[in-house]
């Protein structure tokens, strides 16, 4: 079985352009997550999407967009790009199907590490 | 909202040796608690998990605990080997359909294994 993949694996970019990151989710799997995670901490939430719609937002500017598409798939987008923006950005899926014992076990993909100079 | 804390941020033992990291949660209606492990530029792993159900869980040489009470959780990892060298991260989470399955993690601790 594949597991969730991200793409690109690695991205530079300059202060004030636009990227954006994409994920797959493990087959089946209906719900996609994102996280940031910056060198020596831990992941940040910052949105989680279930059957194509927003569920959840973490304390993120609004320069961080997301969207799920009808194959589950997602991307984020970061407009305006500055220099504390470079980190791990993680996606996670996880079945969220209701009354499933496993269904909210979130799986992670090897992550895009986004540079910004 | 949720914070999760966690200790301590390293930790050194001697291969053979049992480590115990310890995570404090604030939110009451928090139910769902994983623990991961990252190696060093790969993702986070989940190796265990449990939910606010149960008070302990076992897997192998790995055990994790749950006091509702007091809001804490604890995993132990006995006979410790060089590969389990990685930072550990706990998180927390509540498990409502009308809830979002956000995970709010804590710092991590470094597990340095000796030989």
């Known amino acids: 079985d594949a597991g969730v993949t991200q793409s690109p694996t690695h991205l530079i970019k300059t202060r004030g352009q636009q990227v954006t990151l994409r994920c797959s989710p493990i087959?089946?799997?209906?719900?996609v997550s994102w996280y940031q995670q910056v060198l020596g901490q831990g992941p940040q939430f910052i949105f989680q999407?279930?059957?194509?719609?927003?569920?959840g937002r973490g304390n993120f500017p609004d320069r961080f967009s997301a969207r799920q598409f009808p194959n589950y798939s997602s991307e984020l987008n970061v407009n305006a790009l500055l220099l504390g923006d470079s980190a791990l950005y993680l996606c996670?899926?996880?079945?969220?199907?209701?009354?499933?014992?496993?269904?909210?076990?979130?799986?992670f993909g090897p992550g895009t590490r986004l540079t910004v100079t | 909202g949720e914070n999760v804390e966690q200790h301590p941020s390293t930790l050194s033992v001697q291969e053979g040796d049992s480590a115990v990291i310890k995570c404090t949660y604030s939110?009451?209606?928090?139910?769902?608690f994983p623990w991961y492990k990252q190696e060093l530029g790969k993702r986070p792993q989940l190796i265990i998990d449990?939910?606010?159900n149960v008070g302990e869980k076992k897997d192998q040489r790995i055990a994790v605990t749950l006091n509702k009470t007091a809001k804490h959780f604890s995993l132990h990892i006995t006979e410790t080997q060089p590969e389990d060298s990685a930072v550990y991260f706990c998180?927390?989470?509540?498990?409502?359909?009308?809830?979002?399955?956000?995970?709010?993690w804590g710092a991590g601790t470094k597990l340095i294994i000796k030989p």
């Open positions: 449990i939910r606010s």
């Open positions: 996670a899926s996880s079945p969220r199907a209701s009354g499933g014992s496993n269904s909210y076990e979130q799986y």
């Open positions: 939110d009451s209606a928090s139910n769902y």
């Open positions: 998180a927390a989470s509540t498990t409502s359909m009308d809830s979002n399955y956000q995970l709010i």
């Open positions: 087959s089946g799997h209906k719900s």
């Open positions: 999407y279930y059957e194509k719609e927003e569920r």
